[in-house]
Nanobody, 121 residues
Framework: QVQLVESGGGLVQPGGSLRLSCAAS????????MAWYRQAPGKQREFVAT???????IYAVSVVGRFTISRDNAKNTVYLQMDELKSEDTAVYHC???????????????WGQGTQVTVSS
C-alpha cells in the first residue's frame, strides 16, 4: 500500500508558474515509476507526465516545453514544475505511484487526493 499526498496547487494568472509536490510513503520509492494526471470539470482524467525509476520522462503533447517532472528519492517526493500556465491547465492534479511502464505509463491503484490548480485572470 502506497500513500500519496499532493500539495502546491492554487490560483495563478495565465503565464504564471506553480510547482506541485507529491510525497509518498514507503521505503521503496526509488523503485517506483511515478506519474501526474489531471482531471478538469466534466472531463476524464488525463495523463500529464511520467518519470521512471531510472529517470526517463515522458510528457503529454499539451504540456511539452512548459511542464517538467522530477523526483527526489531522498525525500520520497515527485515534483511537477508548471510554467507558462494556460486556462486550459485548470484541473485537479493527482499523482500516481508504482505504475507499469512499457513504453508508456499504466497507472496503479495508488492515487493521491489531488490538488486544485486554477489558471485565471
Amino acid at each position: 500500500q502506497v500513500q500519496l499526498v499532493e500539495s502546491g496547487g492554487g490560483l495563478v494568472q495565465p503565464g504564471g508558474s506553480l510547482r506541485l509536490s507529491c510525497a509518498a510513503s514507503g521505503s521503496t520509492f526509488s523503485s517506483y515509476h511515478m506519474a501526474w494526471y489531471r482531471q478538469a470539470p466534466g472531463k476524464q482524467r488525463e495523463f500529464v507526465a511520467t518519470i521512471t525509476s531510472g529517470g526517463r520522462t515522458i510528457y503529454a503533447v499539451s504540456v511539452v516545453g512548459r511542464f517538467t517532472i522530477s523526483r527526489d528519492n531522498a525525500k520520497n517526493t515527485v515534483y511537477l514544475q508548471m510554467d507558462e500556465l494556460k486556462s486550459e491547465d485548470t484541473a485537479v492534479y493527482h499523482c500516481n505511484a508504482d505504475g507499469r511502464f512499457i513504453g508508456t505509463y499504466y497507472p496503479s491503484p495508488y492515487w493521491g487526493q489531488g490538488t486544485q490548480v486554477t489558471v485565471s485572470s
